[in-house]
């Protein structure tokens, strides 16, 4: 099953686009709209740990549709934690003349708190440059110093790099400067490296270029591979233990259930013997009584806040939400470790070992081999989202080097539909459709209907069944006793205009007059051209639906579609279509048991096959005449 989750192509693409192709005798060369002509930058580490960044960036403005993008350059840095400077700033015109950035095109923002107090969420500031006078055939350069005056974990050092294929690179030179007692690991791909000792500091230059970036056939960036791409990456972390321990000697000191933590735990478990009924009652009670607020105050970005601010002002972000449920699970004697994992688009832990690499932080319940994520306000207690299934994790205690979140399971994204509808004069349609949820699309249907008030439910409603000439009318129903349950049920009504002719003869496609999260043609999503050269994300399901139509007197069935089954890659599909007087009942289902949440290649274009065939049966009508 092909998930949504591709990554727009232009935002990884820095300043580029293909608006067209070059052709080079058989090479195929992307017509850029602009071009790094020189990226100069000098990383120089002290002694102890903090450093120096000077960045240099030429970038020329070749066709007009990048002016847009490159008029303005934007910086940001924690204010406790780093100083930053603009060190110079000019357009450079196709003539050489230098147009200098006056000193009121800067915008400078800070976020600092009241007063003497300190800011609640972000120490973040931000400097946008504004460059004069761009025209087509311009550069913009700017130099810029970022000083670092404490490190991020104390006694740790890493730098990484990559370079996407189709960003195009005139030159990039980067020096690396550090003691020479640092052990460095070391990882470069498509680059040149050479290095050299001088007084005790060790000096490493990489280079690179990339002027005329190949034209990509790639569709899909739901799975980051850093291996794939020219790039490098240094780092003093001997293992991903010590990144566990670096996140660790400052997280799990805040873990320790202090008494408000012990009191609030045995009073939410008091009188439940049963471990595991105690931990979803300390998971859901985070999940839904701490509110997600970031922490971006200097090392707070890895660093927990302390139990009494979070239960205070009951907000934290996901390792505030992970280390208090942690403290709470402790409190009651249930043995719990927090993990590290990534959440986006990376599905590998690569050498060397690096705390970039991660961005999330969750829960792992050994008793149970269970991860559990409590950042979500709708997740229930044992699933965990797709953006962390499949994973690798840095389980910060006791690393594990294979330990993995689990992958999709069929049954924990699987939709019941069942509707009954009466064909009626004029063309009108009227029923109701039943739906039963179980798994992710339960919190996911939960969560969007919890936020609308009554009045836009309605209005949801009445446009949902309504045609272009006529208002229809549809009212829901929904069973959600449990806000944490991994079931959701829905009932909903509807009578809904020009559905059918009201004479003549005509067809319709047999489908469920109520949208659902789980649709068998939600699992239908394919791409147009086979791929090749890539994995992307997937997943897998269950979506079963029955459909009765009532048919009156007057109408009469000409044709329904033929049965239907496949069965291969993974995909299990079946149609049957019964016609019994005035009676007219469709069963379908599909089962799609794609083993991981990353497919290569080859599993995507026989599952593009085969969900191809099921996307023409699915297009057969059901044929009538109104007499």
């Not at 009494?308 to 009951?314: R, S």
């Not at 593009?608 to 007499?627: K, P």
């Given at each position: ?471 229809g009318e549809g009212d829901i129903e929904v069973l959600d006793e ?76 000409l044709a329904v579609p033929d049965d239907y089954q496949i069965a ?60």
């Open positions: 099953m092909k998930l949504i989750h591709k990554l727009t192509c232009c935002l990884m693409l820095l300043m580029t686009s293909a608006l067209c192709l070059a052709k080079d005798e058989d090479v195929e060369y992307l017509e850029l709209i602009s071009t790094v002509l020189q990226l100069d930058k000098t990383v120089t580490v002290n002694e102890d740990f903090t450093f120096t960044d000077v960045t240099a960036i030429s970038t020329k403005v070749l066709k007009e549709p990048a002016l847009e993008n490159l008029k303005r350059r934007r910086f940001s840095y924690s204010t406790s934690m780093e100083t930053f400077e603009v060190l110079e700033a000019f357009t450079l015109k196709a003539d050489g003349s230098r147009v200098a950035v006056p000193q009121d095109n800067y915008q400078e923002r800070i976020n600092k708190g009241r007063g003497d107090g300190g800011p609640a969420f972000s120490d973040r500031a931000s400097i946008t440059i504004v460059f004069p006078d761009l025209e087509v055939g311009d550069s913009v350069y700017v130099k810029t110093k970022r000083t670092q005056t404490e490190p991020l974990f104390p006694g740790y050092f890493a730098l990484s790099s990559v370079y996407w294929p189709e960003t195009p690179y005139e030159k990039v030179s980067v020096t690396l400067n550090i003691p020479d007692a640092l052990i460095l690991h070391t990882d470069h791909r498509d680059v040149k490296i050479d290095s050299k000792v001088e007084k005790d500091r060790k000096v490493i230059q990489i280079a690179y270029k990339n002027p005329k970036p190949l034209k990509s056939d790639r569709q899909d960036y739901s799975v980051f591979d850093e291996k794939s791409m020219p790039g490098f990456a240094f780092s003093t972390y001997e293992s991903y233990q010590q990144v566990a321990d670096a996140y660790g000697k400052r997280a799990l000191p805040k873990a320790k259930p202090i008494n408000r933590v012990k009191d609030l735990a045995e009073s939410l478990t008091e009188g439940e013997e049963d471990p595991w009924k105690k931990a979803r009652i300390l998971y859901d009670w985070v999940a839904k009584n701490i509110s997600y607020a970031g922490n971006c105050i200097g090392v707070g970005a890895v660093v927990p806040r302390d139990m009494d601010v979070i239960l205070d002002n009951k907000m934290g972000d996901c390792k505030d939400k992970a280390t208090l449920l942690q403290a709470l699970l402790k409190a009651v004697d249930i043995e719990a470790t927090q993990a590290l994992v990534n959440s986006g688009s990376n599905y590998s832990l690569n050498d060397p070992a690096r705390i970039s690499v991660v961005n999330h932080a969750i829960i792992y319940l050994p008793m149970w081999d269970l991860f559990v994520d409590p950042t979500p306000k709708d997740i229930p207690f044992g699933l965990i989202p797709r953006s962390i299934q499949d994973k690798p994790v840095i389980l910060v205690g006791e690393h594990r080097p294979n330990k993995r979140t689990p992958a999709a399971k069929p049954e924990n994204y699987s939709q019941k539909l069942y509707s009954e509808m009466t064909l009626e004069a004029g063309g009108w349609v009227s029923g109701n459709v039943s739906v039963e949820l179980k798994g992710l699309p339960s919190a996911n249907m939960r969560s969007s209907w919890r936020q609308l008030t009554e009045q836009h439910k309605n209005q949801i409603m009445e446009r949902m069944f309504s045609s272009g000439t006529q208002k449990d806000p944490l349950s991994d079931s959701y049920s829905y009932t909903v009504t509807f009578r809904k205009p020009d559905v059918f002719l009201s004479q003549g003869a005509g067809g319709f496609v047999p489908h469920a007059m109520a949208p659902s999260p789980a649709a068998i043609f939600s699992f239908l999503g394919s791409w147009a051209e086979p791929i090749q050269g890539y994995s992307v994300s997937c997943g897998n399901g269950i979506s079963k639906e029955s459909l009765v139509y009532r048919i009156p007197d007057n109408v009469k069935i291969e890659n993974n995909i299990e599909f079946s149609a049957a279509y019964e016609l019994d007087g005035g009676t007219l009942r469709v069963n379908r289902s599909i089962v799609d048991t794609t083993p991981a949440n990353v497919c290569e290649p080859e599993i995507i274009n026989r599952q593009r096959d085969t969900l191809a065939a099921i996307t023409e049966h699915l297009q057969s009508q059901v044929v009538y005449q109104v007499q």
